[in-house]
């Protein structure tokens, strides 16, 4: 078995490694990001003391893994449409969004004080492809039905939400026919699908896998799990 070891900021920015990955242009978006959580993110609760050290590889590397499939699932899509549910401070949505500049974001969280971290976050990052709707899942959902001008989504991404079962149920709906949903995982994504398959289908979702998706050199790779919508 393959043994990583997390890499600090510091060792991060200094091989450049997070420029390679991200690209010229996301990556100077990206580094506005890390500064604004480096200063504020303990103490707003967005992030974990423990993670002050290492935000590059454990929150913006391991949500930019997600972009190629993010990619792979728009092909050939006239309008790119994302919704990006729980974004909380902003992983993935923010970094896919920068990644992306040509996608149509819209980041779905019921906290007001996190709407907040993420309205300042886009105004600093200048994201114009990004709109914020402070609502749950549920209440996204029942928007759909209610306002005709609230569309599904091409691709629905999230990040460690809630378990599968409920997961599938707050999201797919969302998803388009012929999209998908994209969640970042942890190491328990093939258990949680395999417990999670009526719920899933129950939702209209098809074809439950996992992907391990790579974060970087010599970094801890991410899980994705990919459902495809009927």
Excluded at 50 to 66: F, K, P, T
Excluded at 169 to 182: D, E, K, R, Y
Excluded at 197 to 204: P, Q
Aim: charged content about 25%; aromatic content about 6%; some cysteine.
């Amino acid at each position: 078995m393959v043994e990583y070891v997390v890499h600090t900021d510091v060792e991060i920015e200094e091989s450049g490694v997070a420029e390679q990955i991200l690209g010229d242009t996301a990556f100077t978006v990206c580094q506005l990001f890390h500064v604004k959580l480096s200063k504020e993110g303990v103490l707003r609760g967005i992030i974990g003391p423990r993670d002050s050290e290492i935000l590059w590889e454990r929150h913006i590397l391991n949500s930019a893994a997600i972009v190629p499939f993010i990619r792979q699932a728009a092909a050939g899509r006239k309008r790119k449409t994302v919704a990006d549910v729980g974004s909380g401070g902003g992983f993935p949505g923010l970094v896919a969004a920068a990644c992306l500049p040509d996608y149509e974001f819209t980041l779905i969280e019921p906290m007001e004080r996190r709407c907040s971290w993420l309205q300042e976050c886009i105004g600093l990052m200048q994201l114009h492809n990004v709109r914020i709707l402070r609502n749950r899942a549920e209440e996204a959902i029942a928007r759909m039905h209610t306002d005709h001008s609230f569309h599904s989504f091409t691709v629905v991404t999230c990040r460690a939400v809630a378990p599968m079962k409920r997961l599938s149920a707050w999201t797919l709906p969302l998803v388009a026919s012929q999209g998908q949903l994209i969640a970042l995982k942890g190491r328990s994504a093939q258990a949680e699908i395999e417990k999670s398959s009526a719920a899933i289908a129950k939702s209209g979702g098809f074809r439950p896998r996992v992907v391990e998706a790579t974060v970087g050199p010599d970094m801890d790779p991410t899980h994705v799990v990919i459902i495809d919508k009927h």
